[in-house]
């Protein structure tokens, strides 16, 4: 099954008996069976005709919709899930308070020793004191998590093991390009912008799979309810924020595959730095390949263990026992 990207500006996407076209200027540039597309995702100025949209829905495939440059916009869901007890049980969850403090400490602990497990690996191959502390640091916040008595607690844990992971992620960051520390809305520098797309399109597949599993993606744990903000989805992507994003952005830019020159400054509101079109494809080729490949602690591919992580979540809910998030290190 695969993941369509469709970026081509001015391009169209339509369907042909039981294929997928996408076309633009008379010349056709991809074909795919509806049967092998798991997921259709769209950049900026695409044309999706009616009959493509119909069949999508039909076959329950989701299609999300971005900015040009990467910024999520909506998506096109089949039905809702039917699976109302299940939502119900979220509901419920989310409203006692020592049941939603242990899912999100259970999300908490696993993004942050996957935190470590990134360091680590890159430690085999560049000793660093500096990184061997975060490790410790990383260790121990996120045993503290564990034993946090109150949400405030438990994100003050998770606040400061970030802050020695994105130290960390500086000492890691050999290509010579800016970055200081997390930020965001928009991002100020390469590293950081490939975070944000990365987080982005990671959080989509999460979201789409917790609304085919039937969960409730804006009503969270760790992430309090906000209007408009698909807490649930952000608190699934917490563990593979490590495992996929950062740890591509690493290869991406350590290995020079993406360098300076592949990067611009928006200069239209909100502003900020984003890859250039041509970057951009090569980045969605890479992050298709990171979420596929297989690993130690995902054989099928990490895609794979994002949607387990959703299953896993969805038997929780039902059953009362405790929410086991994907590790890198078990």
Do not use: W
Not at 40 to 68: D, K, M, W, Y
Not at 179 to 201: I, K, W
Not at 301 to 309: F, I, Q, T, V
């Amino acid at each position: 099954m695969a993941v369509i990207y469709v970026r081509e500006q001015g391009s169209s996407l339509h369907k042909r008996g039981r294929r997928l076209l996408v076309e633009k200027d008379g010349k056709l540039l991809l074909e795919i069976p509806l049967r092998d597309t798991e997921c259709v995702a769209v950049f900026g100025n695409v044309q999706v005709s009616t009959q493509a949209l119909s069949e999508l829905l039909e076959r329950s495939i989701p299609l999300a919709f971005f900015t040009r440059n990467g910024r999520f916009k909506g998506h096109l869901a089949p039905e809702a899930s039917k699976n109302v007890p299940l939502r119900l049980a979220q509901y419920k969850a989310s409203q006692d308070e020592a049941r939603a403090l242990a899912v999100a400490k259970a999300s908490v602990r696993a993004k942050l020793l996957n935190c470590a497990a990134l360091i680590t690996d890159y430690r085999a191959h560049y000793p660093s004191a500096e990184l061997e502390q975060a490790t410790d640091t990383l260790a121990c916040a996120a045993d503290k998590a564990m034993a946090a008595s109150s949400h405030s607690e438990l994100l003050g844990c998770e606040g400061a093991g970030a802050a020695a992971y994105f130290r960390a992620f500086g000492v890691m960051n050999r290509s010579g390009l800016p970055f200081e520390t997390r930020r965001m809305h928009p991002p100020p520098d390469p590293v950081n912008a490939l975070l944000s797309l990365g987080y982005t399109l990671a959080m989509n597949e999460l979201r789409a799979a917790a609304e085919a599993r039937g969960l409730e993606p804006h009503i969270g744990f760790l992430h309090q309810i906000d209007y408009g903000r698909p807490s649930l989805a952000l608190d699934l992507l917490e563990p593979f924020r490590p495992a996929v994003v950062d740890r591509l952005t690493l290869r991406l830019i350590n290995e020079r595959i993406l360098k300076a020159e592949d990067f611009a400054r928006r200069l239209s509101s909100p502003g900020g730095v984003i890859l250039t079109p041509e970057a951009f494809k090569r980045f969605l080729g890479h992050y298709e390949s990171a979420v596929t490949e297989s690993r130690k602690a995902a054989p099928r591919g990490l895609r794979e263990a994002m949607r387990e992580d959703v299953g896993r979540l969805a038997h929780a809910l039902e059953d009362g026992g405790p929410f086991q998030p994907y590790l890198e290190l078990d």
